[in-house]
């Protein structure tokens, strides 16, 4: 791992045709899986071709990267699956996630969307992005409209909102994703219009599971005078109030874990000097039960962090004090 300082500048059958929405049961995956595919539904859009839109819940503790697939039938009789992610590469704890393929008019449905593969990952939320949006439906569009606004001293790239769409009975009939927003800068604010597809606009009614798709992960931390230090930062929790303080020459921030016993955070950052010297302190005082290792290019910390919210202050990121 390498790092560096730069600069700013830087259905077993045929689906019906004469249905426009066919209601399919609830699916739901055992613990293998650690999920369950529900609200299942499927159109026919205005180019004739099939849409099977879903939803992901992850009823797992630890973040998830899933993919799941269909299995389809080409003109040919050649079966085959289809596999996608679903709408957000990382599913957090016990949240969900929308899904949608679409299917060529020619090809067959054989059943419907099912898991294929899960894998847990130690991948923090950075609780940096806030969104400011109505769930109901805009304008004849039958758009989602709202804001996203990075409250956070890091750049984030490649952004994307997405969200389950429903009829005014609650059913879901679309699932829907914005087009990818390249760059969000600190203290930038970015507004977004997602609009569902055509064939099913004059049902749309609310929206929900609305989130944001971050396809870049944040390894970059603002120091100040248009530099950026790189970090890497592995822990099964959410972290908000990410920072960098000259001051103090510290990185700090505050940390959740998702497990309610708590659980191991490793951060790695450039190692500057031979004699470089690495405090951490948690909630304010000095924190013994850590493992700090130099190999002349990286410093590595392992940090045990305990049940519920605290605040994780490293000193010497510069070994500039």
Not at 240 to 264: A, H, L, Q, T, W
Request: charged letters at 20%; one cysteine or more; glycine letters at 6%.
């Amino acid at each position: 791992m390498n790092f560096i300082i730069y600069s700013k500048y830087i259905i077993t059958s045929l689906i019906i045709l004469f249905f426009l929405i066919i209601l399919v049961p609830t699916e739901l995956y055992g613990e293998e899986f650690s999920i369950s595919i529900v609200d299942q539904k499927i159109f026919q859009d205005l180019n004739g071709e099939w849409n099977l839109v879903g939803v992901v819940q992850s009823n797992e503790g630890t973040p998830l990267e899933v993919k799941i697939g269909v299995n389809i039938t080409k003109p040919n009789n050649v079966s085959s699956i289809l596999a996608s992610n679903t709408f957000t590469n990382v599913i957090y704890p016990y949240t969900a996630a929308p899904f949608k393929f679409t299917i060529s008019s020619n090809e067959l449905f054989k059943g419907l969307a099912y898991p294929i593969e899960t894998k847990k990952i130690a991948k923090p939320f950075f609780m940096e992005l806030r969104q400011n949006y109505s769930n109901f439906a805009t304008d004849d569009e039958k758009a989602l409209v709202g804001t996203i606004k990075n409250k956070g001293s890091n750049i984030i790239k490649n952004v994307a909102v997405y969200a389950s769409v429903h009829s005014i009975n609650g059913t879901q009939i679309d699932s829907v994703k914005s087009t990818v927003i390249p760059v969000i800068y600190p203290n930038e604010e970015i507004s977004y219009k997602i609009i569902p597809d055509d064939a099913i606009k004059d049902d749309v009614y609310f929206y929900s599971c609305a989130g944001l798709d971050i396809n870049a992960p944040i390894s970059t931390l603002s120091i100040g005078n248009g530099e950026y230090i790189v970090f890497n930062l592995e822990s099964v929790s959410a972290i908000s109030n990410f920072r960098y303080e000259n001051s103090s020459d510290s990185i700090i921030f505050e940390i959740k874990p998702y497990n309610p016993v708590g659980g191991p955070t490793i951060f790695q950052i450039p190692q500057i000097s031979s004699n470089q010297k690495i405090d951490i302190f948690l909630d304010g005082k000095q924190y013994e039960n850590k493992i700090v290792t130099m190999d002349g290019k990286t410093i590595s910390m392992n940090i045990f962090i305990p049940k519920d919210k605290h605040e994780v202050k490293i000193s010497g990121i510069r070994n500039q004090l």
